[in-house]
């Protein structure tokens, strides 16, 4: 017999664990206090874009193994809690917000004695500052039979499903790791067909548990801001960043993943995990030890900024030229507006008087949200109408597949600034572009090939006529004619 979950928080995170678990055989209850969210859940409806996510969850409903509610009096029967909870930036500081995480910690601590005492196990899966879990075990493990483990999770947004189902570790975060604890084989219960599928499960304590996602997502950022502030060096000397990027990714010791220069990185985990990784960091006494981070924050931010600066560079003044952004969401095959470069720059371009038209292929809503229904457009050919300046900055599959001759015929003037290096400079400058890439040497158009001359027509050395001259040239020969 299967044992029954809840799952509290039922956003990105949530949504797809409840909906996964439930794919495993479990019987699954979600909990959110958004009506709305829950009710467009219950009705199979997905709340945001995650490949994947809409057959799983129709999937799940139709068995009945999954149900969503608001009451946490649903959950008091529930085996299994895990917590889903977001842990945004604070809105004082770079800390991490857990108020909501805490607030429901209460709640299910108000249910849970229903269970008079039988093993209850909750499950923190959020990314949470060090020592938290220790905090909140002191709340929870006040009620007789319950315990608390922490089991980060490390989704890829547009690969969630996959990163859910076949994950690549499982972490456990317990009180003492060198003690056979019970909590451990409860969720081993839970992840059964993922360990008899030959995924690792690592035992550790909670604060080592705690610091793997966070530091997961430190390295990860920095390594994107290693290669985005070469690619500065890049811009200065002549080089090609995708030519040193692709050089580096060849030695086993650094790996090609996250080196690809560009507009930098954004979305809901890498810029909040990593400023509260910092100021955690700061509390605990260490904080010169991480200041480097500092650092990558900057690089990051600096990438928007050299976007503005390349437009000024190619339109000279901003004040009232039309400039379509490609992209909304911070990364493809997701509809995540939350810190995302794209509408960063977007934003940027506006304050500098620019004539902005934003789209995307699934983030119009979130687009509209920050920047008003003005700015955004449906469909990339009306996005592109009349432009004077495209910039691209999230790289979706319809943008890196644009043919850069059938593109110029759309827009007022084929300019295009490249904010993720994924086109072909070359093939956009020989169709008549002038484009800018991150980390790149302009890419020089070549230069017009002469139209020949009227028959019997000769030109000088060292010179080359005109259209006009060519025109006159040819009507003087029909007049003699």
């Keep these: 017999m299967t044992p029954k979950i809840s799952v509290i928080g039922i956003g990105y995170l949530g949504a797809v664990h409840a909906a996964s678990m439930a794919e495993l055989g479990h019987d699954v209850i979600g909990l959110d206090v958004d009506p709305e969210r829950v009710a467009a859940l219950q009705a199979g409806r997905a709340p945001f874009h995650e490949p994947g996510f809409d057959e799983l969850l129709r999937r799940g409903l139709a068995s009945g193994r999954l149900r969503f509610t608001t009451d946490y009096a649903d959950l008091a029967g529930a085996e299994v809690h895990f917590l889903g909870l977001g842990t945004p930036q604070r809105a004082d500081g770079m800390g991490a917000d857990l108020s909501h995480l805490r607030t429901a910690v209460a709640a299910l601590a108000a249910v849970l004695p229903a269970r008079d005492g039988a093993d209850t196990l909750v499950v923190g899966k ?97 390594k994107i801001s290693f290669i985005n502030a070469v690619s500065e060096m890049c811009e200065a000397t002549g080089a090609d960043v995708t030519d040193v990027a692709r050089a580096l990714g060849m030695d086993d010791r650094i790996g090609s993943k996250f080196l690809r220069a560009g507009v930098g990185y954004g979305g809901g985990c890498l810029p909040k995990d990593l400023r509260a990784f910092l100021a955690s960091a700061e509390e605990h006494g260490v904080g010169e030890a991480l200041g480097f981070l500092r650092e990558v924050d900057a690089v990051n931010e600096r990438r928007r900024t050299r976007v503005v600066t390349l437009a000024e560079e190619m339109l000279g003044e901003l004040a009232g030229r039309r400039i379509t952004v490609l992209g909304a969401a911070f990364k493809p095959d997701s509809d995540d507006v ?144």
């Design 338 to 481: 939350r810190d995302s470069p794209a509408l960063d720059v977007a934003a940027r371009l506006l304050e500098a008087g620019a004539d902005v038209r934003v789209t995307d292929p699934e983030a119009l809503a979130g687009a509209t949200r920050r920047l008003g229904p003005e700015r955004v457009v449906a469909g990339t050919t009306a996005a592109l109408h009349g432009a004077e300046l495209v910039v691209l900055l999230t790289e979706w599959r319809e943008y890196r597949d644009l043919d850069p001759a059938a593109t110029s015929e759309l827009v007022e003037a084929p300019r295009m600034i490249d904010g993720r290096n994924v086109l072909d400079p070359r093939d956009w400058a020989e169709a008549g572009w002038e484009i800018r890439s991150l980390g790149r040497a302009p890419t020089p158009r070549p230069a017009p090939r002469p139209t020949p001359l009227p028959s019997g027509q000769r030109v000088l050395a060292g010179t080359t006529p005109s259209r006009q001259d060519i025109a006159l040239a040819a009507a003087r020969q029909l007049a003699r004619a």
């Design 126 to 222: 959020s990314t949470v500052p060090v020592g938290t879990s220790r905090e909140l075990a002191e709340t929870l493990e006040q009620v007789a039979g319950v315990r608390l483990m922490w089991n980060p999770e490390f989704l890829r947004e547009g690969f969630a499903v996959q990163d859910t189902l076949t994950p690549d570790r499982l972490v456990y975060g317990i009180p003492d790791p060198g003690v056979r604890d019970q909590r451990v084989e409860m969720l081993d219960a839970i992840y059964a067909p993922l360990l008899e599928a030959g995924v690792t499960r690592l035992v550790m304590g909670y604060e080592a548990a705690e610091l793997v996602k966070v530091s997961a997502n430190a390295f990860l950022a920095t």
